[in-house]
C-alpha cells in the first residue's frame, strides 16, 4: 500500500470511525478492491487529508454537494460523520438551505428529511 492510501485510511477512519471503516472492509471484494483504493487514496489520503480547510468545512460541502446533485444515498453516512468532524445540525441545516437556493427546494427537503432522521438516530445512540 502506498503512503496515500495509509494516510486516506487514517483520514476515513478519523472521520468515518472504525465501525463504519471495518464494516465497509469487511464486504470488499476482489471486484471491488480497486475502487476501495481508488477512494481511499484519492477521496480520503488526497482531499480529506489536505488541511486547507476544516474537516468540519469538508462536511458542509460534502453534505451539500451530496443534496444538491441527487446523491441522496451517501447523505446519512455524511451526517454521522458530522459527529467527528465538528459540523453540528445547524451547519448541516445551512449547507442544506444553500442547495435549497442554489439547487433546488425538493433536493433540500429531501436532504433535511434524512438528515433529521439521521440525526434522531444519533441522539437515540443508534
Same mark, same amino acid.
Given at each position: 500500500?502506498t ?5 486516506g485510511?487514517r483520514t ?5 470511525g ?5 464494516a ?15 477512494i481511499?487514496e484519492?477521496?480520503w ?5 489536505d ?13 451539500? *454537494?451530496?443534496? &444538491? +446533485?441527487?446523491?441522496?444515498? @451517501?447523505i446519512?453516512m455524511h451526517?454521522?460523520?458530522?459527529a467527528?468532524?465538528g459540523a ?5 441545516m ?11 427546494v425538493?433536493?433540500?427537503n429531501?436532504?433535511?428529511? *434524512?438528515?433529521? &432522521? +439521521?440525526l434522531?438516530?444519533? @441522539?437515540?445512540g443508534?
Amino acid at each position: 500500500m502506498t503512503n496515500r492510501f495509509d494516510e486516506g485510511m487514517r483520514t476515513r477512519r478519523a472521520v468515518l470511525g472504525d465501525a463504519h471503516v471495518d464494516a465497509a472492509e469487511a464486504a470488499k471484494t476482489d471486484f471491488d478492491a480497486p475502487f476501495q483504493t481508488l477512494i481511499t487514496e484519492g477521496a480520503w489520503g488526497t482531499l480529506w487529508s489536505d488541511d486547507t480547510i476544516s474537516r468540519r468545512e469538508r462536511s458542509m460541502l460534502t453534505l451539500a *454537494l451530496l443534496a &444538491a +446533485t441527487g446523491n441522496f444515498e @451517501e447523505i446519512p453516512m455524511h451526517v454521522r460523520a458530522t459527529a467527528h468532524t465538528g459540523a453540528s445540525p445547524e451547519d448541516i441545516m445551512q449547507a442544506f438551505m444553500h442547495v435549497a437556493i442554489y439547487a433546488g427546494v425538493p433536493k433540500a427537503n429531501h436532504a433535511i428529511k *434524512l438528515a433529521k &432522521a +439521521t440525526l434522531a438516530q444519533m @441522539e437515540e445512540g443508534q
